[in-house]
């Protein structure tokens, strides 16, 4: 039974209930330790649980997210790099001479070291939009678990429905054999018609198609799963007992902020403040720049001239730099810096909203459901009822082997009804959840 474990689905996946802070982003949890204890202990399908850690150590979206995780952890070492010292080390020499007559050589291992004073703020802006990047980053990796983990517990309620659909498939093939005897030996006896022989082989023929059709539903399902759990092939089929799509919790009401734990929209907030430092960095990367030079047994030329000496033992210096004209270089990426906030801006308002509108109709989209089960449901009970009651009446001799098989037919579609509506339910349920960032309420 699952109806635990989708519930239990996406409520493992982190998420924040607040915007997610550039200075102190979360760390990433790495594949091992999710697969170590990804669960909670009310899942109640072993079958699901297991594909479900699969999926959570061998998806390949979820390890590139993780990959792209990664290069946004890079990008912000790189960032803070460019606000540490520079020290350079390295070896010269050179001959020559005023003449031809004459020459003169020299050698030297200068060590340089550098250092930007950091007055306007603009690398202290850079390293906060590389934290942000590497928080929606994070973020991302949530979603894909989510995304992919949804993508497992719906594919896998397919499955199931599909397994059922199959057996519903034999039985009809069976009994359209049966009922194609009892028409050729009525035909025998001349109490039948050719014409309703033909027409009983007819339905057998496509009674064994249905169950040609089922079978390759069941092996597209496998092939599915094994496809989200980053394999190159089907997954191993799971047993089947009869009744593997249980009734899901009923909801009724989300509360409005419920959407704000979802990790798109953490990481469009994320991205919302990395714009914003980067326009800082823009305007900041408009001004003038300070650096301290350093250097021992440098043979650097500009030191050479401003200090007017032909060989230097050691020099400190530094420099104010800006540039006057740069063909409106500065300009330009401050615009465009703006035009990226706004557009990271526009983007989140947009990703709250669908998210918002989203919930409201996956909630609807359940409540139908929950209603075409009950009505499945009665349907299925009644179409039971008249088959147990045709058993007894066959048994009285007041109804033949046709008409008992009738009966029998309708109560499997019945139940092929009921199946689909209990599967319908389910996804819907677990769209629910995604649509709420892994919770239910």
Same mark, same amino acid.
């Given at each position: ?158 499955? *199931? ?263 319908? *339910? ?16």
């Amino acid at each position: 039974m699952i109806r635990f474990a989708l519930a239990a689905v996406l409520a493992v996946t982190p998420a924040t209930a607040s915007a997610v802070s550039p200075r102190a982003p979360t760390p990433a949890p790495a594949a091992a330790s999710l697969a170590a204890n990804p669960w909670s202990p009310t899942l109640d399908d072993p079958v699901l649980a297991n594909l479900l850690a699969h999926a959570e150590l061998g998806s390949l979206d979820i390890r590139m997210a993780l990959a792209r995780l990664e290069k946004a952890r890079a990008d912000v070492d790189l960032a803070r790099a460019g606000g540490r010292p520079r020290l350079t080390i390295g070896a010269e020499a050179a001959i020559g001479g005023a003449d031809f007559s004459s020459s003169s050589a020299g050698a030297g291992a200068p060590v340089l070291g550098g250092y930007e004073v950091d007055l306007f703020h603009r690398l202290k802006h850079g390293q906060e939009a590389a934290k942000s990047d590497e928080a929606a980053a994070l973020q991302d990796v949530a979603a894909a678990r989510q995304l992919v983990l949804a993508e497992v517990a719906r594919t896998y309620v397919g499955l *199931r429905a599909d397994q059922e659909h199959r057996a519903a498939a034999e039985l009809r093939a069976s009994l359209a054999g049966q009922i194609e005897d009892l028409i050729r030996r009525k035909t025998v006896e001349g109490s039948a018609r050719d014409e309703e022989l033909t027409s009983a082989r007819t339905a057998q023929t496509r009674a064994r198609a249905e169950v040609q059709r089922a079978e390759h539903a069941v092996e597209a399902g496998r092939m599915r799963l094994g496809l989200l759990l980053g394999q190159d092939k089907l997954i191993d089929e799971p047993a089947y007992a009869g009744d593997e799509i249980p009734a899901t919790p009923s909801m009724t009401t989300v509360a409005s902020e419920a959407v704000q734990a979802r990790p798109d929209i953490q990481a469009a907030f994320a991205r919302l403040q990395a714009a914003d430092a980067r326009r800082a960095e823009a305007v900041a990367a408009s001004r003038p720049r300070f650096t301290l030079t350093a250097g021992v047994g440098s043979g650097d030329t500009d030191l050479l001239y401003l200090l007017d000496v032909r060989a230097l033992a050691w020099a400190v210096a530094g420099g104010l730099t800006h540039e006057l004209l740069d063909g409106g270089a500065a300009k330009a990426r401050k615009r465009g810096a703006e035009a990226e906030a706004q557009l990271a801006e526009l983007a989140y308002r947009k990703t709250v909203g669908e998210a918002w509108g989203q919930a409201r109709l996956n909630l609807a989209a359940l409540q139908d459901a929950a209603t075409a089960e009950a009505m499945a449901k009665t349907s299925w009970t009644r179409a039971v009822r008249a088959f147990g009651t045709g058993q007894m009446r066959h048994d009285d001799g007041d109804i033949d082997g046709l008409a008992l098989a009738a009966l029998e037919a309708g109560a499997a579609d019945a139940d092929v009804a009921l199946t689909n509506a209990q599967a319908a *339910r389910a996804q819907a349920y677990v769209d629910l959840l995604l649509a709420l960032g892994g919770h239910a309420t």
